[in-house]
């Protein structure tokens, strides 16, 4: 048990999959893992551990932006021995070849701050996804996923028209708010993590995902990122 997360060590996965949302955890959970059982509920952040094809895997909720998924990601490495970490979230789309419901594997996570950026002082650190676990996801969307980079914002609501006008011409595919932090500290202590994203909403156009293909195309990223960890 941490401040945080009320599982006994044993009870997390060496395989942590991460939404956002905690009632997208739940619907994972129930979804595609055998023996789900929930082992963390604490201020309403679901987590479920149980069993895909034999392998054992947690899907874990983060909460929105940097701040919120460092406190679970920090504790599931730190105190649960996480190895894995697989974000599965949305995204705003930057470039006109992009449609919502495209998926995004995030090579690479650009940042303006978050909770790890001024122990960098100067440096402008640039935090990697795994390789390994970024071509296994490749292979398991068919070849139909982007890759590229995406930015970390710590705003939603953003005033800065031109920011987005600035990576867009420098090819950055997307903004969401989590995967810098996660990328960050899976590289502090030498774990394997990759941001798996679904466009929610396009930036330039500002067509969104409509409500009912949602559930579809988050299971498309559960299935991808449970290939990617185990295939
Ligand atoms: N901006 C930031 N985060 C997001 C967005 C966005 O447009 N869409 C989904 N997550």
Known sequence: MTFHIGAAVGQIAETVLLPGDPYR??????????????????????????????????????????PSLSIYVNELIRDYGAKTLIRIGSCGAL?????????????????????????????????????????KAFAAAEGKAHVGGILTSDTFYDEREDLSEQLKRHGCLAIEMETAELYTLAARYQRRAL????????????????????????????EIALHAAFD
């Not at 059982?37 to 909720?61: Q, S």
């Not at 419901?101 to 996570?109: S, V």
């Not at 396009?202 to 579809?216: F, K, N, S, V, Y």
């Open 25 to 66: 955890a739940r619907w994972a959970a129930q979804r595609f893992l055998e023996g789900a059982e929930l082992v963390n509920d604490v201020r309403g952040m679901l987590g479920y551990t149980g069993r895909w094809r034999g392998h054992h895997v947690t899907i874990h909720g983060t909460g929105m932006g940097q």
């Open 95 to 135: 470039q006109e070849n992009l449609k919502v419901r495209d998926i995004i594997l995030a090579q690479a996570a650009s940042t303006i701050c978050g909770p790890s950026s001024t122990i960098f002082r100067e440096v402008n650190f640039a935090p990697v996804a795994d390789f390994i676990l970024l071509a």
């Open 195 to 222: 941001s798996v994203l679904t466009v929610s909403d396009h930036i330039l156009t500002g067509e969104a995902l409509p409500a009912d293909q949602r559930e579809q195309s988050f299971a498309d990223m559960v």
